[in-house]
T-cell receptor, first 112, second 113 residues
């Protein structure tokens, strides 16, 4: 079992729809959870981070964390073609560490 | 402008020829890290550094060395590169705030023949 798992996609959604990206992790000690966006050939850039159970909203993006079920998700409302990218889920390994484990990413395609 | 820089951006080399990829950040971040990104394997952490003279192994440290003599610089050294180290490399830094959010450099694409 991978430490951080994501569906590789591609996930295709029409413009204006909600895109839902999911990530599961295996280390119950993980404390911080991140969503990064990566355009082809570019470096990852932070979309959101979350460390408490529940929802965290920032503009069109909502991160959801459920530590009991060990999953974290990202919702993108009103998806735009510019949102088309690979979305990487990352978690810290254990507690109080700076070891990060990344998922392999989900490729999102927003169709105009 | 706050940024992480890497040099070179592209490098073609031959097996066994020592090389260094530099990484520098101007944000006074204490934490820095190196990753490699390979298709189907995602980003994997090679080494990280909590502060000057403090480094530790990530998940794939074999074949790599690092040093942290200054806060702003964190070079990655391949003493004897092999073809399986052909990859896209990213340096990242963090202040530890925002849950440990990392800021990534532009990447270095390395080809080892």
């Amino acid at each position: 079992q991978k430490e951080v798992e994501q569906n590789s996609g591609p996930l295709s959604v029409p413009e204006g729809a909600i895109a839902s990206l999911n990530c599961t992790y295996s280390d119950r000690g993980s404390q911080s959870f991140f969503w990064y966006r990566q355009y082809s050939g570019k470096s990852p850039e932070l979309i959101m981070f979350i460390y408490s159970n529940g929802d965290k909203e920032d503009g069109r993006f909502t991160a959801q964390l459920n530590k009991a079920s060990q999953y974290v998700s990202l919702l993108i409302r009103d998806s735009q073609p510019s949102d088309s990218a690979t979305y990487l889920c990352a978690v810290t390994k254990g507690s109080g560490t700076y070891k990060y484990i990344f998922g392999t990413g989900t490729r999102l395609k927003v169709l105009a | 402008e706050a940024q992480v820089t890497q040099n070179p951006r592209y490098l073609i080399t031959v097996t066994g020829k020592k090389l260094t990829v530099t990484c520098s950040q101007n944000m006074n971040h204490e934490y820095m890290s190196w990753y490699r990104q390979d298709p189907g394997l995602g980003l994997r952490q090679i080494y990280y550094s909590m502060n000057v003279e403090v480094t530790d192994k990530g998940d794939v440290p074999e074949g790599y060395k690092v040093s942290r003599k200054e806060k702003r610089n964190f070079p990655l050294i391949l003493e004897s590169p092999s073809p399986n180290q052909t990859s896209l490399y990213f340096c990242a830094s963090s202040s530890g705030s925002q849950g440990g959010t990392q800021y990534f450099g532009p990447g270095t694409r390395l080809l080892v023949l």
